[in-house]
């Protein structure tokens, strides 16, 4: 299935590289000596930048718009990081394209690069909503890099984040009024509008739809609230014909709560027990000002559930002896894969990371899985001194060798902080551990 959707990736690339040579081809014939000829060159390949760059742009649709027969078979930490490459991808060709056509434009009317952007704005005055719109994106581009994030509440990034469909609203506008190759290739102009259709319509339904349907047909409901330590809580979901909310352990929700102040706010929640049929279960660390608010929620709280999402689930392991390493509140989704691969019959073993002792979550939950299917647990504890058999410090290579000798033969399900999964992955990069058999669930939406 992948590779079938490059495949549709790549056609419609050449489809689009296809029609502009029919409209811009002769451009290619360029007379060195002739500034006329060159500008005419410089503007073709304007236009063809502007097309691919808008492609790429409706595939970030795709990619952030929760399309379900694609995160199904990406995951939604895989989407995340083509969604990233793919969105500089879709910038910089956003930015050669107006480059080239002030240049070839200069080159053609004998002005100068402003004057000659001058004239250009002058002869198509629509023009201007494009560098509004290339403005909008890449700024939110920049603000999108994990090092400003970092210092970026959610609720500005979210609103940054909203101007992004402005501004591709405007850059669509300019496109289909001021666009030379949909004039000159009537069939290219259709080709266009349907791939518009295809792709506004599936963010539409997916991303706009499908969580109104779901709360239309579930009438979700926060039942219930349990005090797991003392900074996290579990929420308890109920609703209508619970039985055919299909989701897996280990996949993860978005929540939106409808209260005042928080109902504008999407964020996600991994599943932190087998679903029964009944209810869903979510666990919340309250780390930020939104997370604080949502472990005092009070039971009755109606609930709008996106999903499920994500593959860090049973389909994901290959092998019959799995490792699972989680730190903080990374347990929540292992607390619930780790009972469903325990339904299957596989030999597991169980690393959890915390800084104290009453930060442990799950605790009693997950000695009772240890005890009825022998699941070892090796506890670590980071800022409080413990005696055997609880390890004192963090999680490390050289503590999971002398865990787990037979390392090699297990698959890893690792969740916890970002950087403590990255620097656990380069380590077991340097022993030659396959990365294909490490599934990992990143906490840094």
Same mark, same amino acid.
């Given at each position: /299935?992948k ?5 549709i990736?790549g056609l419609?690339? =050449?489809i689009?590289?296809?029609f502009w040579?029919?409209s811009?081809g002769s451009a290619l014939l360029?007379? #060195? *000596? ?7 060159f410089?503007?073709?390949? =304007?236009?063809l930048? =502007?097309?691919l760059?808008?492609f ?12 379900v027969w694609v995160e199904?078979?990406y995951g ?8 990233q490459?793919?969105?500089?991808i879709?910038l @910089?060709?956003l ?10 434009? *200069?080159?053609v009317?004998?002005?100068?690069? !402003?004057d000659?952007f001058?004239?250009?704005v002058?002869?198509k005055p629509l ?5 509004? @719109?290339?403005i909008?994106?890449?700024t939110? !581009?920049?603000?999108s890099?994990?090092l400003? +994030?970092k210092?970026v509440?959610?609720e500005?990034w979210?609103?940054f984040?909203?101007?992004m469909?402005s501004?591709i609203?405007l ?7 001021? #666009?030379?190759d949909?004039?000159t290739?009537?069939?290219f102009?259709?080709?266009?509008i349907?791939l518009?259709i295809?792709?506004?319509g599936?963010?539409?339904?997916y991303?706009l /739809? ?6 239309r047909?579930?009438?979700?409901v926060l039942d219930r609230?349990?005090?797991e330590?003392h900074?996290?809580v579990s929420?308890y979901?109920? @609703?209508?014909?619970?039985?055919k909310f299909n989701?897996?352990p @280990?996949q993860?929700?978005?929540m939106?709560f409808?209260?005042?102040g ?10 932190s027990?087998?679903p ?7 666990t ?6 939104y997370?604080?608010e949502?472990v005092?929620?009070n039971?009755?709280t109606?609930?709008i559930l996106?999903?499920p999402l ?5 389909i994901?392991?290959?092998?019959e002896?799995v490792?699972f390493i989680?730190a903080g509140?990374?347990?929540t989704p292992?607390r619930?894969v780790?009972e469903?691969?325990?339904?299957? =019959?596989k030999?597991?073993?169980?690393i959890?990371?915390?800084?104290t *002792?009453?930060d442990i979550?799950f605790q009693?939950?997950?000695?009772a899985l240890?005890?009825k299917?022998?699941?070892p647990?090796?506890?670590?504890l980071s800022?409080e001194?413990?005696?055997p058999p609880?390890n004192? #410090?963090r999680?490390?290579?050289q ?5 787990? %000798?037979?390392l090699?033969d297990?698959e890893?399900?690792?969740c #916890? %902080? !970002?950087?403590? +999964?990255? *620097?656990l ?8 551990f ?8 990143k906490?840094?939406?």
């Amino acid at each position: /299935m992948k590779r079938f959707l490059m495949l549709i990736l790549g056609l419609n690339l =050449g489809i689009i590289i296809v029609f502009w040579l029919v409209s811009s081809g002769s451009a290619l014939l360029v007379n #060195g *000596s002739d500034p006329i000829s060159l500008g005419t060159f410089f503007l073709a390949l =304007g236009r063809l930048f =502007g097309l691919l760059g808008m492609f790429f742009v409706l595939f970030q649709l795709i990619l952030i718009g929760r399309t379900v027969w694609v995160e199904r078979r990406y995951g939604h930490d895989a989407l995340a990081k083509i969604h990233q490459e793919n969105g500089r991808i879709a910038l @910089g060709l956003l930015i050669l394209h107006p480059i080239f056509l002030i240049l070839g434009h *200069s080159w053609v009317s004998g002005l100068s690069f !402003v004057d000659g952007f001058l004239n250009l704005v002058q002869t198509k005055p629509l023009v201007i909503f494009a560098p509004i @719109g290339l403005i909008i994106l890449f700024t939110i !581009v920049l603000i999108s890099n994990p090092l400003i +994030m970092k210092r970026v509440k959610y609720e500005h990034w979210y609103y940054f984040h909203l101007f992004m469909y402005s501004a591709i609203a405007l850059v669509i506008g300019h496109q289909f009024f001021a #666009g030379t190759d949909f004039k000159t290739v009537p069939a290219f102009l259709g080709y266009w509008i349907a791939l518009y259709i295809f792709v506004i319509g599936n963010f539409v339904l997916y991303r706009l /739809m499908k969580p109104f349907l779901l709360y239309r047909r579930h009438k979700f409901v926060l039942d219930r609230r349990i005090q797991e330590t003392h900074d996290t809580v579990s929420l308890y979901i109920k @609703g209508r014909d619970m039985d055919k909310f299909n989701i897996l352990p @280990g996949q993860f929700l978005l929540m939106r709560f409808l209260l005042k102040g928080l109902w504008w706010q999407v964020h996600p929640f991994s599943i932190s027990a087998c679903p029964k049929g009944q209810e869903v279960r979510v666990t919340i660390k309250a780390e930020g000002d939104y997370t604080k608010e949502l472990v005092q929620i009070n039971p009755g709280t109606r609930v709008i559930l996106d999903g499920p999402l994500g593959r860090f689930t049973r389909i994901a392991s290959k092998k019959e002896k799995v490792l699972f390493i989680a730190a903080g509140v990374g347990i929540t989704p292992i607390r619930s894969v780790m009972e469903d691969l325990a339904l299957l =019959g596989k030999n597991l073993l169980l690393i959890y990371g915390n800084k104290t *002792s009453k930060d442990i979550i799950f605790q009693e939950e997950l000695e009772a899985l240890s005890k009825k299917y022998s699941i070892p647990i090796h506890y670590f504890l980071s800022r409080e001194k413990a005696a055997p058999p609880i390890n004192v #410090g963090r999680i490390d290579l050289q503590a999971i060798q002398r865990l787990v %000798p037979d390392l090699q033969d297990r698959e890893i399900f690792l969740c #916890g %902080p !970002v950087e403590m +999964m990255r *620097s656990l992955r380069i380590s077991l990069a340097k022993i030659g551990f396959p990365s294909e058999y490490i599934h990992f669930e990143k906490f840094n939406w």
